[in-house]
């Protein structure tokens, strides 16, 4: 078997020789038959012919002999291969234009194959990741809030679910926190982690040691720090090892060092420390007793022969179990993902859209390519009749075509991937929605075979009907003589068909695009409540500056003042612990006192806002009624809040709030608080709030237990008329700093600058759309452009004659206009059916627009149909200026 | 459309049963090595005279006979000092030579069995 092919290589490669050698031999048995005849009288040339007669045809005989010595049809397709080549260089501009077309179309979807594939194909960077899930404890009313999960819910679950193994928690929280080792205090971001958690996700250290079971349950002070952190606040220091720091105020020692690739699953953490150590850490040393708090989210390895489906079943009803004896969540139950679904749940829509655009990009493309074919092979009428007249079959023919439009898709498919691979990493790395840290951008085999793929398919997509035209049969006379030919009409029929195709598909691109546009047009326009151009600054509250309560509430108090006395300064305000968007964290169950109940799961949740006097006004929130908090607002003799108006209208509709008391749920008894003031609705924690929006109280800084956790505290200082928030930046920085420099601050931005990010999905949407669409705009013009042109070349003789008869300029340009607007409006009207169709699909992903939005789609087929006008008018002209005399002449 | 050319030759004498060129040339080659011209002649001596075979097809099946390894040709003086390319078996082409006799016996026996008169 394989010496027969190295056999036909050998013969294939000596084919020149052997066909010298046979024509010898031929020649030298013909001389011998010769010979023979003469040997027996014949005279010469009588000798020839009956030796000719005998021996055959030796060109019959060289052509069977030949087949020996060739590849077959491989043969064929590179003989076929290199014509093409020659073609194409023989009009360079007509090369160009297929090449760059199909560039950009390839480019663009091998582009987004290869983020797709990086991220959502590729498998995640831990051990059998497939197995790995993410197991969320929700409400079911809010299925979206993740609750977390508490130190005792963990071991419950650790006991009796038999779905999942390796049931590894990790803290929730991202504030950074302090570390102090040497001189600069550095700012980190910290999980407490169980020691499953480390084995779990398959980590080894590249010094030291991981933790172990026990330090789960005995807080003993030990830390994981990151190759990053050991080479930036370290240098490397190899004795690193065992020396110890200080993170948040507690002393920790070092016991190993991980691999900087590994962040951990918030992808953003640099140490660890364990989880029996996390009360001690943020000062709640009685967290591992209380089922309530919450602070932890569950990463776990599916059980063999479990599914996600079966663990997802038996978690819900072991959280409902635990519910019955614990009652404190109000119908608690567990959703289970996959980690690679958790990991990119806002990436998949998105990319999944790109994915749809760029398909129908590179088919605008290949249309146009596939125009672009049938014009050259129309015109190389006179060259297929010969080919036909000599003997060539139908198949054969549409072989060749093939071969030349494969080798077009091939040639601009490489510019394309080397276009893509160059600008995939740019677009992850402007990509306003984050992806993992893990998510390389590589030339992946996988995605350079796809790619490899869509270059041959779409050069035989493109090839297809211009090769099933062309090798028509063709009367060979005529074209000989330069006429016509008999197969041109259908063909030009079959360029319209292609062009109305791309016209409609451009529509329905940029019916997506106007979607896109307007959903991040909308979301920007929302209006948040409160005043988006002032300065925030976050800030910790920790060090030995702060370990005492009337020292935190000194700083505060000082701080406000000063800061207000700046200038350029109109109100300052303080909250803790979060500042907008972030405040969806902190939250307590409140009730109106004359109808409270018993149970805790019976209170209603409400977000906690703790500010200080004069946030409010620095926010822009004006009061509806009430008043205001005062410094001297304190624990006695009667605890204050404020209720947003949602919660007034709703605890005593048609009444004044101002003057009621609602209660606090807590486990030493409930709290009641007297309402001073109504506030309206502020939507403080995002635009988007997918989860539904609880009402918001708010309660004087200075009442909240300054020692819990966390110590953040954030700052919010309004310009007066004519600053602007980054002009307050340096001024207010400064002073903080003077009044404490043991402070950290950290994220010292504008209040719009806080948002920017719940916006990123959109935006980023709306500019991919754009692209695309301007894209898929441009290449269907192109091909109508290049149709109508083609259609007036062909028509020159009739308009001619139209001329002689009486036809002015005007009217001529109006049948060409007319024509291209009947093509462009059968395209725009396709479109539109395809749009009001495939609807639906693309619902999920806007944002306070219908995508049946008739504005929309009727905006963009008349800005369409206008740019078609606009793709006519240069053929139009060409056309009214024809000489009549020379057109009746053209053929 | 392809128009195919029929082969001319002169209807009188018999053709080949078709399949049956290799075989008549690996045979000829099975004790002697060949040129080309000598094999002709000897399969027109062996059938006395009945099977003229076209001799420029002898090319081709010489051609498809290297290729499948069982025929090797090396290029020689003759006598009157000519150049002429000389053939011969390989063992695999012994071999194959063997498969095709009794594949074709066994098909002309068949024949004649199915061919004879029906005895009573």
């Known amino acids: 078997m394989f010496t027969a092919l190295l056999r036909r290589l050998r013969f294939f490669s000596r084919r020149a020789r052997l066909e010298r050698e046979l024509q010898e031999e031929m020649n030298d048995h013909l001389q011998r038959l010769t010979d023979e005849k003469l040997r027996s009288g014949i005279p010469l040339h009588e000798a020839r012919r009956r030796a000719l007669l005998e021996f055959g045809n030796p060109m019959l005989a060289r052509e069977a002999s030949r087949r020996s010595w060739s590849l077959g049809p491989l043969e064929d397709w590179v003989h076929d291969l290199r014509y093409g080549m020659r073609l194409l260089r023989r009009s360079p501009g007509w090369s160009a234009v297929a090449l760059i077309t199909l560039a950009l179309g390839i480019g ?44 005792p819910e963990l071991v419950d679950w650790r006991q009796h679910a038999h779905s999942v193994q390796q049931v590894a928690a990790y803290t929730n929280w991202l504030e950074p926190l302090v570390l102090q080792a040497g001189e600069r205090p550095e700012l980190v971001r910290a999980e407490f982690v169980s020691a499953d958690y480390l084995r779990l996700l398959g980590v080894s250290p590249l010094q030291g040691r991981l933790f172990s079971d026990e330090e789960d349950a005995q807080p003993r002070a030990t830390l994981l720090v990151s190759e990053g952190l050991w080479e930036r606040a370290f240098g490397r220091d190899p004795a690193l090892l065992g020396s110890s720091v200080v993170l948040n105020s507690v002393s920790f020692e070092i016991v190993g060092i991980l691999p900087r690739q590994f962040r951990g699953l918030s992808d953003r953490s640099e140490v660890w420390a364990p ?43 072991l959280a409902a179990r635990l519910a019955e004896e614990h009652p404190a969540l109000r119908d608690p139950t567990v959703r289970l993902l996959p980690l690679a679904e958790y990991l990119f749940r806002d990436h998949r829509a998105t990319l999944l859209l790109l994915l749809a655009a760029t398909g129908l990009v590179l088919l605008i493309a290949c249309v146009n390519v596939s125009n672009l074919l049938l014009a050259r092979a129309t015109s190389r009428g006179r060259e297929i009749s010969v080919r036909m007249a000599l003997g060539a079959g139908r198949g054969r023919l549409i072989r060749q075509f093939l071969a030349e439009s494969v080798l077009i898709g091939l040639m601009g498919g490489a510019t394309g991937v080397a276009l893509a691979f160059a600008l995939a990493p740019v677009l ?11 998510v390389r951008i590589t030339v992946h085999p996988a995605v350079l075979a796809a790619s490899l793929g869509v270059a041959i398919a779409t050069g035989l997509l493109a090839g297809i009907a211009p090769a099933l035209t062309a090798s028509r049969r063709h009367e060979l006379t005529p074209t000989l003589k330069g006429q016509r030919s008999s197969t041109a009409p259908s063909g030009r029929r079959f360029a319209r068909g ?71 300064v109109q109100a300052t305000g303080l909250v803790q612990p979060w500042l907008p968007p972030d405040s969806r964290w902190g939250w307590l169950r409140i009730a109106a006192a004359e109808s409270a109940p018993v149970a805790e799961r019976d209170f209603e949740q409400a977000y906690a806002n703790f500010i200080s006097p004069g946030y409010l006004e620095a926010l822009g929130v004006p009061l509806l009624s009430g008043r205001g908090f005062e410094f001297s607002d304190r624990d006695e003799p009667q605890r204050v809040a404020i209720i947003s108006r949602s919660l007034a209208e709703r605890y005593w509709p048609g009444r004044s709030a101002v003057g009621q008391t609602i209660v606090q749920f807590r486990d030493e008894g409930s709290l009641p608080l007297e309402v001073i003031g109504v506030a309206p609705d502020v939507r403080s924690r995002g635009r988007l709030a997918a989860e539904t929006q609880m009402s918001d109280v708010y309660l004087p800084v200075l009442q909240r237990a300054i020692l819990q956790e966390p110590r953040t505290a954030g700052l919010v200082v309004r310009p007066a008329a004519g600053t602007s928030a980054s002009d307050l930046a340096e001024p207010v920085s400064r002073k903080l700093r003077e009044l404490s420099p043991d402070l950290a601050l950290y994220r010292v931005e504008s209040m719009a600058e806080r948002f920017s990010p719940e916006t990123g999905r959109f935006r980023f949407s709306a500019v991919m759309m754009l692209l695309f669409g301007m894209l898929a705009v441009v290449i269907a013009l192109v091909g109508l452009y290049g149709v109508i042109s083609a259609s007036v070349a062909s028509r020159t ?44 699909t693309v619902a999920g992903l806007l944002y306070g627009t219908t995508p049946y939005a008739p504005a929309n789609l009727l905006g963009i087929a008349l800005l369409l149909t206008l740019m078609a006008l606009l793709a006519c008018y240069l053929p139009a002209r060409r056309a009214s200026r024809l000489d009549p005399v020379s057109a009746l002449r053209a053929e | 459309m392809r128009r195919r050319q029929p082969s001319h030759h002169p209807p009188s004498k018999d053709e080949l049963l078709p399949g049956t060129l290799d075989m008549l040339v690996l045979h ?91 005895e009573d």
């Open chain 1, 498 to 568: 292609l062009v109305v195709a791309q016209i409609a598909l451009a529509q329905v691109v940029l019916v997506t695009t106007g979607l896109a546009v307007l959903s991040f047009v909308n979301l920007q326009r929302e209006d948040t409540g409160f005043r988006m151009d002032t300065l925030t600054v976050e800030m910790q509250l920790t060090g030995a500056g702060f370990a005492q309560q009337e020292a935190v509430r000194q700083f505060t108090r000082r701080a406000l003042e000063e800061v207000q006395s700046l200038p350029g």
């Open chain 1, 428 to 438: 992850v790395q402007f990509s306003p929605v984050q992806f993992p840290s893990f």
């Open chain 1, 108 to 151: 663009a979807n091998t582009a987004v194959f290869s983020i797709v594939y990086a991220a959502l194909v590729r498998p995640l960077p831990y051990p059998e990741s497939d197995r790995l899930v993410i197991v969320r404890q929700v409400e079911q009313r809010q299925p979206e809030r993740n609750v977390g999960v508490s130190y």
């Open chain 1, 797 to 840: 003789q009739e308009i001619g004659v139209r001329v002689a008869i009486g036809a002015r300029p005007r009217d001529i340009a109006l049948m060409v206009l007319f024509q291209g607007l009947l093509l462009a409006g059968i395209g725009v009207v396709a479109g539109l059916a395809v749009s009001l169709g495939a609807a639906h």
């Open chain 1, 275 to 317: 989880l029996g150590i996390t009360g001690t850490a943020i000062g709640y040393a009685g967290f591992n007793q209380d089922r309530r708090a919450r602070w932890f989210n569950v990463a776990a390895r599916l059980a063999p022969g479990a599914t996600a489906a079966t663990a997802q079943q038996e978690m819900a009803a």
């Open chain 2, 28 to 118: 000829t080659l099975r004790r002697r090595e060949l040129h080309g011209y000598g094999i002709a002649q000897r399969i027109r001596e062996l059938s006395a005279e009945v099977l003229h075979i076209e001799e420029g097809s002898l090319y081709p099946a010489l051609q498809r006979l290297q290729l499948r390894g069982w025929v090797t040709s090396e290029w020689r003086q003759s006598k009157l000092n000519r150049r002429a390319r000389y053939y011969r078996l390989t063992p695999a082409g012994r071999k194959q030579l063997g498969l095709e006799v009794s594949r074709f016996q066994r098909l002309v026996e068949a024949m004649a069995r199915v061919l004879r008169p029906l």
